[in-house]
């Protein structure tokens, strides 16, 4: 097996195997040492005794090696604390049976775990999305406009917080599951948007994420399915349908109105229209029901021109009126100006901009300039363009933005 196979198996399966022995470690520190050991100890070994049957089993067994040879090295030279003293005699005394199930369910369980009530909501999410997605400190501060070394306090201290209450690496009962529900959704929704789209980097989409979030989102479905369960997964669904779509030859993102809908996936449309359906038919839907009903708008029309953007726009006052945020007024700019034109749509953004907020999401730049090129209105369009291409972090948006900025000067 060569760098670039091993590199992407560590890409696509890592933050699972480090699920699996933290679960049979219980140290976030020890587990991530035995992550990294086992996957080196597989660029040594595989080249020769070739790739494993299951090498995700492999991994698993190797880290656990690992992380005996960590504490026997530890215990030589310094004492180890009580808790690492009896998790090194569990380990020499007990085989390692890995069962398919649990090391599936395994970043399910650290998804509660890092959500836990006990932990202060600002570290619950960043802390999940570090250990369960192996998003880098950076990449999380960025999203959540931090400093790294702030953020990098606040997980510290979560791990920590694990550590000394004792915090179980489990699946909460029935009737803890309802209180810790919206932590778990926001963050199976923060690994679904990293891998629809990357923060920054070369590769706009990450399947692998989008798949590991729509198996969860299935998992907590089964485990409680309840109607904004079911209205998170049809949202995913319904987006994950178009990923055919989103890029061109040349790697470039595809705007929604320009995607070949002949390429769209008709099975997840499918299923999620029938989940958004169900979810809003009963009582407790919420924002991520609202989201997957625009998205399903989109779906059920067969070319752009046939949008029912009427619709759309009365979703999003729904959506704004029961999650307000100057994100979802940006889009509901959007369907206004394709329903009372675009001068309208112009008036949101601008007045969105003028409060001072989101003055470094190149999205509203790039949603400006687009009706800016629209009236006839190029050069300002080129100064929207240019001000959101300063702004974008992923190759792909930059390279549409260079596009339009192309487009637009030749007007």
Not at 221 to 232: D, M, S, T, W
Request: net charge negative; with cysteine.
């Amino acid at each position: 097996m060569d760098d670039f196979d091993l590199g992407t198996l560590y890409e696509a399966e890592s933050r699972k195997i480090f699920a699996s022995l933290l679960r049979i470690l219980g140290d976030f520190d020890l587990a991530e040492t035995a992550t990294q050991e086992a996957f080196a100890s597989a660029l040594e070994k595989w080249p020769a005794i070739g790739v494993p049957k299951n090498a995700t089993s492999w991994l698993i067994t190797a880290g656990r090696f690992k992380a005996l040879d960590i504490l026997k090295r530890r215990s030589t030279h310094q004492r180890l604390q009580p808790a690492l003293e009896h998790l090194l005699a569990e380990l020499q005394a007990r085989r390692l049976t890995l069962d398919e199930h649990l090391i599936k369910d395994d970043r399910l369980r650290l998804i509660f775990t890092c959500c836990h009530p006990a932990l202060d909501p600002k570290v619950q999410i960043p802390l999940t999305l570090r250990e369960v997605c192996g998003l880098t400190t950076e990449e999380i501060a960025k999203a959540f406009l931090l400093k790294p070394s702030t953020l990098a306090q606040r997980i510290v201290r979560g791990k920590s917080k694990i550590r000394e209450a004792g915090i179980p690496y489990v699946v909460p009962t029935a009737e803890e599951l309802p209180d810790r529900l919206d932590s778990v959704l926001s963050v199976v929704y923060l690994i679904f948007n990293e891998g629809y789209s990357a923060s920054s980097g070369s590769k706009a989409i990450r399947s692998d994420l989008c798949q590991e979030a729509i198996y969860l989102q299935r998992t907590l479905l089964q485990l409680l399915p309840r109607p904004e369960v079911k209205g998170l997964l049809a949202l995913m669904l319904l987006h994950e349908s178009r990923r055919q779509a989103r890029l061109d030859s040349h790697g470039r993102i595809v705007l929604l109105e320009d995607q070949d809908r002949r390429k769209w996936d008709r099975s997840r449309i499918n299923e999620g229209l029938a989940l958004v359906e169900e979810a809003l038919a009963e009582n407790g839907w919420g924002s991520y029901t609202v989201q997957a009903a625009i998205s399903a708008v989109h779906a059920q029309a067969e070319t752009a021109e046939q949008t029912d953007w009427p619709q759309i726009a009365a979703l999003y006052r729904v959506l704004s009126q029961i999650h307000p945020s100057p994100v979802v007024e940006l889009n509901q700019a959007v369907a206004l100006a394709m329903t009372e034109g675009y001068e309208s749509g112009l008036e949101a953004v601008d007045r969105i901009l003028g409060r001072g907020e989101l003055q470094t999401y190149h999205l509203a730049y790039s949603a400006r300039g687009e009706f800016l090129r629209r009236l006839g209105r190029f050069g300002e369009a080129h100064q929207a363009f240019g001000r959101a291409l300063e702004f974008a972090e992923q190759e792909a948006d930059k390279a549409l933005l260079q596009k339009k900025l192309l487009d637009v000067q030749e007007k």
